[in-house]
């Protein structure tokens, strides 16, 4: 690039070295001679200034490292699009035999050519390409009039991301030449956009996906664009820090997907303005810093209004901390996939596998939950251990296996507001399922022996555990006076007092012999009597 440019070079868009830039000023920088670009770079930490020289302002910068100033022939332009896709595309060409001569007629006249075969073949080639790359390939604009119809009028897809567009109107000029265009890809473009005036009617008539992600646009902006999109099915937003201002309104009436991952501003009072767009089935709300959702149209066990065909909802890398926003997505009519990965409550949690259980049981329509399917035995098993989890707090919160006296409180129905009706589906956990298991320890493993003196009803009752082992080893021990109590005799009911002369009487409550209760192993549940023969006292 020469050092006779014009004040028409502020604002279009430049590479250096691999780095993208916009240029703000084009003029002399006293006391340096010659003439000087002011450049502002996308990635401020490239630049050296804020725009200022010796104290004085030549132009203004977002970042006060984001400016520098440069000579013109250090600066590429770019190329237009039909330059572009002819030195993407013009590769695949075979090498044409040198010196081949061919006679075509152009009017009425004969003329001779050279390598005439070869750009027939050209124009053949990019006349049938439907999909086109040109990611970081410098275009800068559309080039001659009606060059792109006539070179490529088939394409359908077009990637042009991380390249020179200044303007959202250098897109249409584009776009209006390719009446085909199903799918845009303008990503990592700093495009300046209309305020208010839409796209010529039919740019965008066949577009169905579009692709603005990291192009700094605004929520306005986009409904702007999105208003010549009549068919727009999928939209990406991604990392342009949006705030969702208002509420779409004859526009994005026809999109099914939804892409706002990476925009920290949004909050979940924002979201309630997209949430009657009637076609929307897939929302990626990833990394936008959600902590709750709350739909205040729908009590407890009621499915909202809101986001009436949403199906697909990708909550990643958020702030979700409470269980109640699980409770929340369960009233959402449609929901049927979820992923949550990378959240507190799913990342502090010990035991993953217990966590999506409880998220399965808690969204009663999940088929889907982070990639991975939810099988019917899987959700049988998932409502049944949540079920049991909280059925000692269902209980005391009211609840009750009788259905005329089961009534939990407002705030247990808060908190498991499917509870309910899983007892009906399932039944109400018995209280032998709500029993806390023992550990299996020494201490848990040892036989109870309740003793009472007969003759001294108002007598504290003694208790004394024993393992089962040392128990039976009593059983057969010699007795203090020299006779030993035979392994087999029938049971005595009676314990010999050394100190007092007397026999005890030994009771159980639940029959003549002495019953005992001891905890075993999970898997050996099971009661025994203990036939207690002669001891002492002091022996026990």
Known sequence: MDDTLTSDVVGRRVEVNGEHATVRFSDVV??????????????????????????????????????????????????????????????????????????VTIGNKPVETI????????????????????????????????????????????????NLLSSWDEVVDIADQLKHLEVLNLSENRLKFPSRSPSPTGTFA????????????????????????????????????????????????????????????????????????????????SDIGLSSIHFPDAGIGCKTSMFPSLQYLVLNDNRISQ???????DK?????????????????????????????????????LNKCAIQREERRGAELDYRKAFGNEWKK???????????????FLAAHPRYQSLCLKYGAPEDGELKVQQPFLLKN???????????????????????EEETKARETETHPHGARAPHQRSLSNSIHDNSKGERLAVTSSQSSCVRTSVVLRKSQKRKFCANVKKYHIGDL
Not at 50 to 68: N, W
Not at 323 to 329: A, P
Request: with cysteine.
């Open 323 to 329: 269980w109640s926003f699980f409770n929340e997505l």
């Open 30 to 103: 006293p006391p340096m001679a010659g003439l000087w670009l002011g450049v502002e770079w996308d990635n401020p930490e490239r630049g050296k200034h804020d725009g200022s020289h010796e104290g004085t302002v030549y132009f203004k910068c977002r970042h006060p490292t984001g400016g520098s100033f440069i000579r013109p022939n250090k600066v590429n332009f770019g190329v237009d699009f039909l330059t572009a896709i002819k030195n993407r595309y013009a590769l695949e060409d075979e090498p044409e035999e040198e010196g081949k001569e061919q006679i």
């Open 397 to 411: 919160a009211g609840g009750h296996q009788d259905p005329d006296k089961n009534r939990p409180n407002e705030e």
């Open 115 to 162: 390598g005439f075969d070869s750009v027939v073949k050209q124009q053949s080639q990019l006349n049938k390409l439907q999909e086109v790359s040109l990611r970081n390939c410098a275009v800068n604009g559309p080039g001659d009039k009606g060059g792109i119809a006539k070179a490529c009028p088939n394409v359908r897809s077009i990637d042009l991301s991380k």
């Open 206 to 285: 066949a577009l169905k996906v579009l692709v603005l992600n990291r192009i700094g646009i605004t929520w306005t902006e986009v409904l702007c664009c999105a208003s010549g999109c009549p068919v727009l099915e999928k939209l990406y937003l991604e990392s342009n820090s949006i705030v969702i201002s208002e509420r779409p309104t004859d526009v994005l009436q026809t999109v099914k997907l939804l892409d706002l991952s990476s925009n920290q501003l949004i909050d979940e009072n924002q979201l309630f303005l997209i949430a009657y767009l009637p076609r929307l089935e897939q929302l990626i709300l």
């Open 445 to 467: 493993q040892l036989l109870t022996l309740k003793i009472k003196h007969p003759n001294q009803l108002d007598q504290k009752v003694i208790e004394k555990r024993l393992p």
């Open 332 to 368: 959402l009519q449609s929901l049927h996939t979820l992923s949550c990965a990378r959240n507190p409550l799913t990342e502090s949690s010990k035991d993953a596998q217990t966590t999506r259980q409880f998220i399965v049981a808690r969204i009663g329509q999940l088929r889907t």
